[in-house]
């Protein structure tokens, strides 16, 4: 027993620090093409239609890093963050794991993420602010090219349709990976593909790119059942990788729903977060 309790006493006691900002980069205003990339097969109907539709975007900066486990600790031990659920209650949420403190804290719903990042000094971003940064000037299916993603370029599930997802999630770890773990898009943002999926501002509207946001609202609609979900995770093959990508979950729920999600905040202009 004294092997175990020593590691995790040191993990907890590395966790009492003063809040850090994290790094950002200023993504510059500007129109983007947002949504389903010309000869995507793979598009779903919300994903608008093929080619994409323009859409404005201010500027704002945004963190280059998803939010880490250590990150996330220090909100909740400022008494502003709930506690998610942690490695206790399942293998793959990484909250106070021992290692994984640089591991994106997942198992996060919308609320949790949300109050982070007010905490932190910002906000979620909006579906289109996260679309245009992950895209860094691209218009095609993934960030980097057609090329689908694989576990060359991203943490993600390689395997196949009748494969078990124990033997490939995490490109056959069984879990995430620490932040950072490949290249950073032409923005110099990490794990917007692959890592955990990214909670953003926005209800969820099967129609909102073409509908809501190509007409300059870029935070509606005002009502919604569910929040949208950005950026294939850890434990989702190639498709659900695409940028145009929309996933759609509860703000609050059963919190097993969210062992794939993730937070990446993002800062208005008026202020720089660096």
Known sequence: MKLLYLPLTLFILCFQTVKAQQQSVLIPAGKFIMGCALGDELCDLDEGPEGGIEVYVAAFYIFIHETSVMEYHQCVLSGICQKPFDYKRSHYCNYLAPGREQ??????????????CIWSGGRLANEAEWEKAARSGSKTTFPW????????????????????????????????????????????????????SEWVMNWYEID????????????????????????????????????SNR????????????????????????????
């Open 247 to 274: 996933f759609n979950k509860p703000a609050l729920g059963n919190p097993d729903l969210y062992g794939s999600n993730g937070i990446r905040c993002v800062v208005t202009q008026k202020t720089n977060p660096n």
């Open 208 to 243: 909102a790119i073409r509908q809501i946001y190509a007409f300059g609202n870029l935070d509606g609609p005002k009502t919604g059942t569910t929040k949208v979900i950005k950026g294939g995770s850890w434990d989702e093959k190639f498709q659900a990788q695409r940028v």
């Open 103 to 116: 591991y994106p804290v997942n198992c996060v719903n919308w609320v949790q993420a949300q109050s982070y």
């Open 145 to 196: 090219g057609k090329e689908p993603a694989s576990c060359k370029n991203s943490v993600m599930d390689p395997g196949l349709s009748n494969q078990s997802d124990e033997e490939t999630d995490g490109c056959w770890r069984d879990l995430s990976w620490p932040r950072g773990s490949f290249k950073p898009n032409k923005y110099g943002l990490f794990d917007v593909v692959g890592g955990t």
